[in-house]
């Protein structure tokens, strides 16, 4: 692969990217509603954003998770046609989703596994 990305880096990050845009996107339908709130909106949000913020916090490793704030309520704001407070909440409520659903599937999981170890 080119730019030495190896394939799990590459799966692990299309998988990231549908995740979060699923999720910006329902908590930016939910704010904004869905004429402004479009799936493929939330896709380049996502895509830029991990992108964009993961090469702010390399160069600027001290405030540069600072700036990659900035620049996802930035890209929320623009893709969304909203303004910073909306930007905010759409932010704040997708992670608050995000982490709803991370424990939900983390406690199936541990159902799971219990229930194959015979618990």
Known sequence: MPF???????????IEV???SLVLWASGRALVGKQKAKFTDAIWITVLGLLVGAA???IIPVVGWLLALIIWLALIKHFFDTGWGRALLIAVLAIVVFIVIAIALSALLGI???GLLGF
Do not use: E
């Open 56 to 58: 702010v916090q390399n």
């Open 4 to 14: 030495g990305i190896s394939t799990s880096n590459l799966v692990a990050f299309i």
């Open 112 to 114: 799971a596994l219990l």
């Open 18 to 20: 549908i995740v979060i």
